[in-house]
């Protein structure tokens, strides 16, 4: 027999249980057939706006899904043509004969074939184009960290020109008779961005170069700097001055990175007897420079040129020596042809104050700049003077160009460097403002109401 206790805990909870469901029993017959009637009406109308709101969305949604649909179509048709466009120019390129500079004709005797690193830069392009001229055969190695394709895109196709995107601190395998190592970050704004890839290519990229001039028995010029001599106490520099340089300072980079450089071609050129030739490169100007590489030059003609205030650094009396690129480019060929293997320095002894630099610019370009001297840069030379004895004795060379000449020639290319990024810019702000960027970026917006 089964016993069941309740205790009077559990008898309460049944009670209100049951309590509850009289009362709503009784609610229920209360109400009316009306009242019935409302409640249904009303739950029907709920569930309707949410079905009705459903629907909505779901309009929305397939809209939305068709015009990306739509768009998709349009972008794959868009490539196809630029596919086939470009498809139509490299054809019409191929089979339309390039216009080159007329080139010297050179037997096979005579016709040598030479390495240029760094080739795409300001003082390489330039050096790439006396070779082409006098008949050799070049070959440009850049990584384009600061060379330009465009400043000897005028070669390209020619049958005496390559170019290989390359970074020298890798090593290159290649038959070549001549190098010249210029693969160098050289102004102080992009060696400082990056420190260390400037000393790798200063050390891993001089040892590549040498190793590969030891292979295949090639005549090696490393560009050195006059750098190397750091805030001078000697003037004019000699080449048997051995420097004052900071090895931790912010130029250390590439003063150090230069110095080792040269230490690394002279203990080739001992043990390996690689035939290395070593130019101590002073300031150089010239076209093809970069707009804001961060250089005294090229700082002070842009300013000139946009009527902004030309900015000296310190008090204005450090001096520079300023050589013109021809001028630097005529020196590295004289040098590489010469049988002098110690450094020579390449540049021009004639010294000018900054401040006295600005207003010489100023006056050229005719603006309306004012000159202010801000806080000076850090471990900055103080005086930079070549003595050239070396280079006059043993090359025959000295500087040709004229000062005033050489910056003549390089405003009007800044001027036209601006002209060119102006037009860039203008444009981009047109196709910016264009209704075909409104079609791409159409936002959508749907009023279930109106539908």
């Known amino acids: 027999m089964w016993t069941i206790s309740i205790t009077k805990k559990r008898w309460k909870e049944i009670g209100i249980a049951v309590g509850i469901f009289v009362f709503i029993i009784v609610f229920y017959k209360s109400l009316s057939a009306k009242d019935l009637t409302n409640i249904k009406d009303r739950f029907r109308s709920s569930s ?50 390039r216009k080159y500079p007329k080139v010297k004709y050179l037997n096979y005797k005579n016709r040598k074939r030479i390495l240029v690193t760094g080739g795409a830069g300001f003082v390489g392009s330039h050096l790439v184009d006396n070779l082409m001229l006098a008949g050799h055969e070049v070959i440009v190695v850049d990584n384009f960290f600061t060379g330009r394709k465009r400043n000897v895109e005028h070669w390209l196709g020619h049958e005496n020109f390559e170019l290989i995107h390359h970074d020298i601190v890798n090593s290159l395998f290649i ?49 050195s700097t006059s750098e190397v001599y750091g805030d001078p106490t000697v003037h004019p520099q000699p080449e048997t001055y051995w420097g004052h340089v900071n090895p931790i300072g912010p130029r250390a980079c590439y003063d150090e990175g230069k110095r080792v450089s040269e230490t690394l071609s002279y203990a080739y050129a001992k043990q390996e007897k690689v035939q290395v030739r070593v130019a101590r490169i002073f300031n150089t100007f010239g076209p093809r420079m970069h707009m804001n590489d961060g250089r005294v030059v090229s700082n002070f003609i842009l300013q000139a040129l946009r009527n902004e205030t030309i ?141």
């Open 48 to 97: 309707g706006e949410s079905n009705t709101l459903s629907g909505d969305f779901l309009v929305i949604y397939e809209k939305q899904q068709q015009l990306l649909q739509q768009q998709r179509y349009e972008l794959e048709k868009t490539k196809a043509e630029l596919a086939r466009l470009q498809g139509d120019m490299r054809a019409l390129q191929s089979n339309t004969p």
């Open 175 to 223: 038959e070549v008779d001549e190098i010249y190592h210029l693969a160098s970050p050289a102004s102080p704004p992009h060696y400082m961005f990056n420190p260390v890839k400037t000393i790798k290519t200063n050390t891993m990229g001089t040892i590549n170069v040498l190793g590969l001039a030891k292979r295949v028995m090639a005549k090696v010029l490393i560009a």
């Open 311 to 451: 900015t000296v650094y310190g008090n204005g009396k450090q001096t520079r020596s300023f050589q013109y690129v021809s001028d630097l480019v005529d020196g590295l060929i004289a040098l590489m042809a010469s049988n002098y293997t110690q450094p020579v320095n390449i540049g021009n002894p004639v010294e000018h104050s900054i401040e006295e630099f600005a207003i010489i610019i100023k006056k050229l370009v005719g603006g309306q700049s004012e000159i202010k001297q801000i806080e000076a840069m850090e471990d900055d030379p103080q005086r930079r003077k070549p003595d050239i004895a070396r280079a006059k004795k043993y090359l025959n060379w000295e500087p040709k160009v004229p000062l005033q000449e050489g910056l003549l020639k390089t405003i009007d290319y800044f001027r036209k460097e601006l002209e060119r990024s102006d037009r860039f810019a203008k444009n981009s702000k047109k196709y910016f403002e264009s209704r075909d960027l409104e079609r791409s970026q159409i936002r959508f917006h749907f009023d279930p109401g109106n539908d």
